[in-house]
């Protein structure tokens, strides 16, 4: 049966509209999300009170604290009001400050929006208004909140890369992006071929030169795109890394010490495999003569 035209047409475009929104959300935790990780963490390290238990109450499995207390600006805590809080429109209106203080807003708020709406159109007019686009648009919207909090915090939190993989196996029962056989190894290969290559690097220097957290993300794309996926992605997120890397180091003078978060270039390398990755692959394969 041929698609309905009109959803064809209107599939990007309400991808767009409501990637904006998804990405007023991603605000939201890639702000709270790193804080209330450090919060239980002071918590589980606190003697507690005589009286008292040493578990944190559990209200809305967990994620009571990405709904409350509503968003205020962070310099006189004003609550903000629905209006100012739609998505890219009402920074460009407020003109990047506040309503009430005129503090400036930061530029990440809107570049987050306007990043989820862009390349979850980007998503829907590749893949079309299909069930492998709706698993698509999940992985991306926890890709970019793990991307903005591995360059704030360096840390890949397993809040969001753990039920990712899980997501990437249960869209594959059916076979969606890869075969469940391939799904399941390319979960496995991709958490242990990175954990090899930590505990290789360890040996050798002393230094630890990643986090687990990149061993769980690259699972992730494993478990969505399959085993097959994995050459691949590893290549493109090392040269990326890498560029990325050397340009600092030239352009601004960064200490090489200084460690820089590997999950950024892992999400972009596992992205651009979800859109293009056979694409690649194939033109790898012809132009090596392999095909």
Known sequence: MAADPTLITLAPLAALLFGLVIGSFLNVVILR?????????????????????????????????????PSTCPH???RIRAWENIPVLSFLLLRGRCSSCRAPIGLRYPVVEATTGLLSLLVVSHLGATPAAVAALL?????????????????LPDQLTL????????????????????????????????WFVFQLFRLLTGREGMGYGDFKLLAVFGAFLGWQMLPLIVLLSS??????????????????QVPIPFGPYLAAAGFVALL????????????????
Not at 169 to 193: C, H, Q
């Open 139 to 155: 992985l991306l919207w926890g890709l970019i909140a793990l991307t903005v909090i591995d360059l704030d915090e360096q840390l």
């Open 276 to 291: 293009w990755g056979d694409r690649i692959n194939n033109a790898y394969l012809q132009f090596s003569g392999l095909a």
């Open 33 to 69: 999300l790193p804080r209330r990780m450090q919060a239980e963490l002071d918590e589980a390290c606190a003697e507690p009170h005589e009286g008292e238990t040493d578990q944190l109450p559990s209200r809305w499995f967990g994620l009571d604290y990405l709904i409350s207390p």
């Open 76 to 78: 006189c805590e004003h």
């Open 163 to 194: 039920p990712l993989v899980w997501l990437g196996l249960i869209v594959n029962i059916n076979g969606m992006f890869t075969d469940l056989e391939s799904a399941v190894i390319g979960a496995a290969a991709g958490y242990l071929s990175l």
């Open 239 to 256: 040269f990326i890394g890498a560029l990325v890397g050397v340009s600092l180091v030239v352009m601004r003078g960064r200490d090489r």
